[in-house]
């Protein structure tokens, strides 16, 4: 049930966006290096405006393992990281 509600979510917000204007690219895939080698790929739910990482989260409360992945992705890209 809750992977439909994702879906839901994340259509909702991107139609929101769209209407605001916003430049949006929904699972966005970004690459990851460590040392500038290619390590692997990671999806991110949208990328806004080439600077803003949205990721969303369909859970009761926002647990500890939630923000280390927030903090984590944060440092491995120069841009903003949001957890919805």
Do not use: N, P
């Not at 369909?58 to 647990?63: R, S, T, Y």
């Not at 992705?73 to 919805?84: A, D």
Request: with cysteine; hydrophobic share 45%; proline share 0%.
């Amino acid at each position: 049930m809750i992977k439909q509600e994702y879906r839901v979510y994340q259509g909702c917000l991107a139609i929101e966006m769209i209407q605001q204007g916003l430049e949006c690219s929904r699972e966005h895939e970004m690459e990851l290096s460590y040392k500038d080698e290619h390590v692997g790929i990671r999806k991110v739910d949208f990328f806004v405006e080439g600077k803003v990482m949205v990721e969303l989260k369909a859970v009761v409360q926002i647990e500890d393992v939630h923000l280390a992945q927030a903090i984590l992705f944060r440092g491995l890209w120069s841009c903003y990281w949001i957890t919805i």
